[in-house]
């Protein structure tokens, strides 16, 4: 019951129902809601629906249908902005029971949700649904739990809890699976394909969340996070939201110009990503045993928070800005803060009102500064972590500016 609460509750947030701010407390963040609605029953249940398909080898006379039935999967969750993006895949590869010189139309599958403010600022979530295997011929059997079902299903439970939540996102979140990755060093891809396409039209992607592979655990409960040189700040988050909202322990890489896989093509087209892994490699990688049964379900339901707490994060924090009207001008330090944060008044001649407020709009805290005081230390020791709103007013003069308490 409780659950059902919170997310009527934060339904009302984004405008979709009445519910009244104090009906839900104040302890309770739009990250926390998300938490609990990400279902590890769902996430089985996908992971075995794409193993099901019997192969999603991008040679399988299948691979078209593997697409559609995802496609349709995000539909299902009442999603209206769903695409085949359909491309020339030209594939050159001699290696063992791979042998293919052949051009094939590959689909990679795009679902969004419109930004309600910034709708040309974007996040991707994705990861690749094709797979492979090399002990018998993949174009009539390739399971591909881990590798990388397990990445497909973190882009559509993601989706599936947005929607269900009735999250109306600032910036436009797009739910990618890609076609192509597992050849995509003898040839095309999906990912290739995308960033291509994203950067060529000049597409605001802030940020991009790879999974590949998040499925295996050897018991240590740890997570590889990339460290992609000039993308700190989305591994940052990332990081941040493993170590307060999961069971598991990021290891986050050394500082590279590199990430790999789906992820590169989007790095070298100049946007910031961060792309999770399992720690442990999985034994059963490219075989016929990459199997539900030899994957951790408890492990990828906590990777998959990761990935949804990461776009939630972002979306409500990321370029931080007070939208004030007038002259009233201030910021905020440090910002995400721990314990305290103070707040800089840049024209502060005449004492001001401070009031502090939910993302449900329920005041948590006010107080009032003196003429000519120019820095408030808010504490936030009390504070649940999560978004807050601090509201700056003087003579009908109003400045707001979101905060993040860690």
């Not at 690749?128 to 399971?143: K, M, R, Y």
């Not at 928070?305 to 990321?318: E, M, N, P, Q």
Request: charge should be negative; charged fraction near 20%; aromatic fraction near 10%.
């Amino acid at each position: 019951m409780k659950n059902n609460l919170l997310i009527l509750a934060f339904t009302a947030i984004f405008g979709l129902t009445q519910l009244s701010a104090q009906h839900i407390s104040r302890s309770d963040s739009l990250i926390n809601v998300a938490m609990q609605t990400i279902n590890s029953d769902s996430i089985e249940y996908q992971l075995q629906w794409l193993q099901d398909m019997g192969t999603r080898f991008l040679m399988a006379p299948n691979h078209k249908e593997v697409a559609e039935k995802i496609k349709a999967r995000f539909e299902s969750y009442g999603m209206t902005e769903v695409r085949l993006d359909s491309f020339e895949c030209y594939t050159n590869i001699n290696y063992e029971i791979l042998q293919y010189d052949t051009t094939t139309w590959q689909y990679n599958v795009e679902a969004k949700i419109t930004g309600t403010e910034y709708p040309d600022e974007e996040f991707l979530i994705m990861g690749h649904h094709d797979n492979v295997q090399i002990n018998s011929d993949p174009e009539i059997f390739a399971p591909g739990a881990d590798d990388n079902a397990s990445g497909t299903v973190a882009a559509l439970e993601t989706a599936r809890v947005l929607m269900e939540m009735g999250y109306q996102p600032e910036r436009t979140i797009v739910f990618l699976t890609t076609a192509a990755e597992e050849l995509m060093y003898f040839g095309d891809a999906g990912s290739k394909h995308y960033a291509a396409e994203a950067e060529a039209a000049g597409r605001n992607i802030w940020g991009v969340i790879n999974n590949d592979m998040i499925a295996y655990n050897d018991g240590t409960d740890v997570i590889s996070l990339s460290n992609i040189i000039g993308s700190e700040e989305i591994t940052g988050v990332a990081e941040l939201i493993a170590e307060g909202y999961t069971t598991l322990t990021p290891d986050v890489q050394s500082p590279n110009p590199l990430s790999g896989a789906d992820l590169q093509p989007f790095i070298e087209a100049g946007y910031h990503g961060v792309y999770l892994m399992e720690k442990a490699f999985s034994p059963y990688y490219h075989t016929e045993f990459d199997l539900v049964e030899h994957c951790d379900i408890d492990y990828l339901t906590e990777a998959i928070k990761i990935s949804c707490g990461s776009l939630l994060y972002s979306d409500v924090s990321v370029g931080i800005k007070e939208t004030h009207i007038s002259d009233i001008c201030f910021t905020a330090y440090p910002n995400p803060a721990t314990d305290h944060i103070n707040l800089i008044l840049n024209d502060a001649k005449s004492s001001v009102d401070i009031n502090v407020s939910s993302l449900t709009g329920q005041v948590i805290h006010t107080t009032s500064t003196v003429p000519n005081q120019k820095t408030v230390v808010l504490n936030l020791k009390s504070y649940t972590p999560g978004v807050y709103i601090v509201t700056v007013a003087n003579n009908g003069s109003i400045g707001k500016l979101k905060i993040i308490k860690q």
